[in-house]
Nanobody, 114 residues
Framework: QVQLVESGGGLVQPGGSLRLSCAAS????????MGWYRQAPGKQRELVAV???????TYGDSVKGRFVIARDKERNILYLQMNSLKPEDTAVYLC????????WGQGTQVTVSS
């Protein structure tokens, strides 16, 4: 089993920055992929950014150029640096890990508002 715990969410003004963290623990031995997804009320879950075990990165179109994903393999921590935040970035951000199956964290709320 794998456990994922997100942190770093909060309230930020438009144009501000936040850094999310996702700490993975448990039986981690061959991670295919880790990533961030988000879900806003009344909307479908959306890909934010993913990073494969080989380090290849994919960003969702709406965050390209503003968000940066990074992974500390030794400590099993996934980061998401979010810059130039917009109100439409408001959502619950969920950490995902793929290792034979999908694992999800509980999510952390990000609210962008003045």
């Amino acid at each position: 089993q794998v456990q994922l715990v997100e942190s770093g969410g909060g309230l930020v003004q438009p144009g501000g920055s936040l850094r999310l963290s996702c700490a993975a623990s448990g039986s981690i031995y061959r991670v295919n992929e880790m990533g961030w997804y988000r879900q806003a009320p009344g909307k479908q879950r959306e890909l934010v950014a993913v990073i494969t075990g080989d380090g290849a990165v994919t960003y969702g179109d709406s965050v390209k150029g503003r968000f940066v994903i990074a992974r500390d393999k030794e400590r099993n921590i996934l980061y998401l640096q979010m810059n130039s935040l917009k109100p439409e970035d408001t959502a619950v951000y969920l950490c995902n890990l793929v290792q034979l199956r999908n694992y999800w964290g509980q999510g952390t709320q990000v609210t962008v508002s003045s």
